[in-house]
């Protein structure tokens, strides 16, 4: 299995410019995540999905947008890109019915807003 | 609003010797908890969690114990090894398991 991947590793754009990040499991997880981290801090939640076709907003969604259509993929949209939006992005996957609620994480994305 | 926190940025521990690293969370709805560990320029991976029934939780070199009343956990590392280098992230979700807050990480530096 090549789990969680994450394209592409970076990316910088310009203000005001959009971009889709994907990211894809070979798991056969149903929830599936979107975090941003910036430097010195935790993660934060954007969204997430229990399933496909289903979404729903975390902490900071604001600027950003999700779809499920599959499985596999989460992509995730940023729409007229803001220098706040300048962070390392992590897509993570986990199934419905581990106990633990352990997640998988990707390698993550790095996106530079200038 | 942080409602997971880590007050240690870093920490560093001679190796053979016990790492301690602290959480605390202010949500009393959290159910479960987690620990992270990661390396730059890779995702976090899953360490080890355990649930609010249970007040302490062992695998190997790791325990991690919970303090409900507190509202704290920590995590113990015995012995620490140089390869434990990394910042290590407690994260907290109500038992939905639909919603992760993270704290906002110790990194700890194991000393040959």
């Known amino acids: 299995n090549a789990g969680v991947t994450q394209t592409p590793k970076f990316r910088i754009l310009k203000i005001g410019q959009s971009m889709t990040l994907q990211c894809t499991q070979d798991?056969?997880?149903?929830?599936m995540y979107w975090y941003r981290q910036d430097p010195g801090m935790g993660l934060k939640l954007i969204y997430y999905?229990?399933?496909?076709?289903?979404?729903d907003k975390g902490e900071v969604p604001n600027g950003y947008n999700v779809s499920r259509s599959t499985t596999e993929d989460f992509p995730l949209r940023l729409e007229l890109a803001a220098p706040s939006q300048t962070s390392v992005y992590f897509c993570?996957?986990?199934?419905?019915?581990?106990?633990?609620?352990?997640?998988?994480f990707g390698p993550g994305t790095r996106l530079t807003v200038l | 609003d942080q409602q997971v926190k880590q007050n240690s940025p870093s920490l560093s521990v001679q190796e053979g010797r016990i790492s301690i690293l602290n959480c605390d969370y202010t949500?009393?709805?959290?159910?479960?908890f987690l620990w992270y560990k990661k390396y730059p320029a890779e995702g976090p991976t899953f360490l080890i969690s355990i649930s609010s029934i249970k007040d302490k939780n062992e695998d190997g070199r790791f325990t991690v114990f919970l303090n409900k009343s507190a509202k704290h956990l920590s995590l113990h590392i015995v012995p620490s090894q140089p390869g434990d280098s990394a910042v290590y992230f407690c994260?907290?979700?109500?038992?939905?398991?639909?919603?992760?807050?993270f704290g906002t990480g110790t990194s700890l530096t194991v000393i040959p």
């Open positions: 994260a907290a979700s109500s038992n939905t398991g639909n919603q992760f807050y």
């Open positions: 993570a996957s986990r199934p419905r019915d581990r106990g633990w609620y352990e997640q998988f």
């Open positions: 949500n009393s709805m959290f159910d479960y």
């Open positions: 999905s229990v399933g496909a076709g289903i979404t």
């Open positions: 798991m056969n997880h149903n929830y």
